[in-house]
């Protein structure tokens, strides 16, 4: 069951059979299967995003509000910019930067693949179906609202596991490569809210994190699809950084 405004149209099947650039296949790091739908973890997830993000969430912080629309930008865009913002304020040398663009992007794409592999290959339902059908998941702990919306439309593609979450810890982990853990940053994004033009994190990983959030607050994932995505973002920016450009020697300029 596809979701609106989208009348039965469904982004990219086969995207998961693209190359990657450091992956042996795309299913390489394929997630485990989501919760059964009968399970006690399916319904708190169930739950939780019925909860938060429904586009009247009582539960939902404003600035959980804010932030999950301060997040919708893409990985490639908003990523990327930090990263030129980074090596610009660090002056660091051509050599590293370099380098970092291109695990950064190489990383990324391999995610995408990854994830698309994952999203077709268990087709799992967005919170949009679910809560709306729930009377047909067999699960008595989880209860039916045919009126319920998300915070914004529902993109046109399964549910698991969540592709922003993937992308960002990819980027993310490519970025704390290179510049080390625990670096304090600020960083803006094209979707930004007027009362949230920038948002400043202790590391990249909590970015990483915050981003993961972001689509549970929004009502287009369930928590173990965001978690399963940062997982799945991490590994494949360690198969990059491991694979791809390799040297025997670190370049002593950074």
Known sequence: MTTPPWNGF???PGFRLARPFALTDPAELRPPAPPPLASR???RA???VKESG???SARRSDEQT???LWWMEFAE???NRLARQLVAERGTHL????RLFAHLNMSLFDSYIANWDSKYEYNHWRPY???RAAGADNNDETTADPDWEPLRPTPPFPEYASAHATACAATMTVLESTFGKDVPFTMATTTAPPDMPTRSFSSFRDAARECADSRVQLGWHFRYAAEAGLTLGRNVAKRTLRRQLKTENRSPWK
């Open 54 to 56: 429904a586009v009247n």
């Open 77 to 79: 865009g908003s990523v």
């Open 46 to 48: 169930f739950r939780e």
């Open 10 to 12: 469904v982004l990219q």
């Open 95 to 98: 050599w590293v930067a370099a």
């Open 129 to 131: 179906t679910a809560i």
């Open 66 to 68: 804010s932030y999950a």
């Open 41 to 43: 973890a399916y319904a």
